[in-house]
């Protein structure tokens, strides 16, 4: 048994960002009080840790990225009580102490525990478990699972089907989750609306899903690269547009498309223009429109304010505002019951040390997701 040991395994270590990344011997010491060692099975690669290698997201390095994954127990630390080792678990960016004012609201989600604003790469301690050639590697908005182990907070896992497969649910842990939750949790889209999807990336993908699921009765798919129409459509979309075609403002486009503007606009891209543009196209009284894309660093928005004053609503949404350790093993659930595909998300899937060619793929439509297998190494 590893339990108590320190694993040597391989990790993708990004040194700095503009680099590709390296596939190093890290260690990876044990799970502290109430922490857990995970075997990563599976990991997605997203659009966030992209932004980080560009330094669109700006994290400490080195660092082991890397936020959307599924894996197995191998260890747990003293106290944790909600997973043990065998189990098969999802990692989770936005944990869930239980304890804070986010968790413990009904309309929060985006627990105190999270590293996403603060970005300290470090455990709650303030130390890290990962080391390379002598040097401390940093943890990636409390996950970290471009490695074979990785070790989170007990409030940022979940427990999950033992039957999931982790190369599909991984999804769960990110790109799924946020933009089908942003459809149905953080806008509650009602049956019969209008809705408008900027990118059509795998969380505007499943933006889509979420509200074909909740019974929008338009869903207009906008993207400038005309071949993500197809798989828009498949997935629910009933319009696609590309703003390439049109010599007049998107927002345009889509008022006179749908009379006053649609009910609900999601941004799933992360550019200041296109969150202007969701906003100026929902219905000018009651519309809502939710930002879902990361929003790129030190960049402002500029806006004229009647839009908001004649009542639009404006939202952000993290980790689509599911409460991870509640929401996670209900959706894996869900899946399993066939409530909604992850299949045609998946576009490519790659042997872990391939990582970097992963990267080139997002980096190059038309590709959606690309899932990393680690059981072969």
Not at 77 to 86: A, F, I, Y
Not at 175 to 200: D, N, R, W
Not at 204 to 215: E, F, I
Request: with cysteine.
């Amino acid at each position: 048994s590893t339990k108590g040991t320190v694993i040597k395994c391989k990790a993708a270590v990004l040194w700095e960002a503009n680099k590709p990344f390296s596939i190093e011997e890290v260690e990876v010491a044990p799970p502290k009080a109430h922490e857990v060692r995970i075997k990563i099975m599976a990991t997605g690669i997203c659009r966030s840790d992209d932004h980080v290698v560009t330094g669109g997201l700006v994290m400490p390095f080195p660092i082991i990225l890397g936020h959307e994954a599924a894996g197995v127990v191998e260890s747990v630390g003293q106290g944790v009580t909600s997973v043990k080792p065998g189990d098969k678990v999802i990692p989770l960016f936005a944990p869930q102490c239980g304890e804070c004012s986010n968790c413990l609201s009904t309309k929060g989600n985006l627990c105190n525990k999270n590293d996403i604003g603060s970005a300290v790469g470090l455990m709650p301690d303030g130390t890290s478990r990962f080391t390379c050639k002598g040097k401390p590697i940093h943890h990636f908005v409390g996950t970290s699972t471009f490695t074979e182990y990785t070790v989170v907070d007990e409030s940022a896992v979940a427990k999950i089907d033992s039957a999931a497969p982790l190369e599909k649910v991984c999804l769960i842990g990110c790109g799924f989750s946020t933009g089908y939750g942003a459809a149905v949790q953080t806008a509650k889209v009602e049956p019969g609306s209008t809705c408008a999807i900027f990118g059509l990336g795998g969380v505007g993908l499943s933006v889509v899903m979420g509200c074909k699921a909740a019974g929008a009765s338009r869903i207009i798919a906008v993207d400038i690269n005309s071949d993500k129409f197809a798989k828009a459509k498949e997935l629910g979309a009933t319009d696609c547009i590309n703003p390439k075609d049109f010599k007049k403002p998107v927002h345009e486009v889509l008022i006179e498309m749908t009379g006053q503007g649609v009910d609900y606009s999601f941004e799933a891209i992360g550019r200041t223009e296109t969150m202007v543009s969701a906003l100026a196209c929902c219905q000018y009284n009651y519309g809502v429109s939710v930002i879902v894309g990361v929003p790129p660093a030190a960049q402002k928005i500029t806006f004229d304010p009647m839009l908001l004053f004649t009542g639009r609503n404006w939202k952000g949404s993290v980790f689509g505002g599911w409460k991870g350790k509640d929401s996670v093993p209900k959706l894996v659930a869900d899946y399993m019951k066939k409530k909604f595909v992850l299949d045609p998300l998946i576009t490519h899937t790659l042997p872990f040390t391939k990582i970097n060619e992963g990267f080139d793929l997002l980096r190059h439509a038309p590709h959606i997701l690309t899932v990393l297998s680690l059981d072969v190494l």
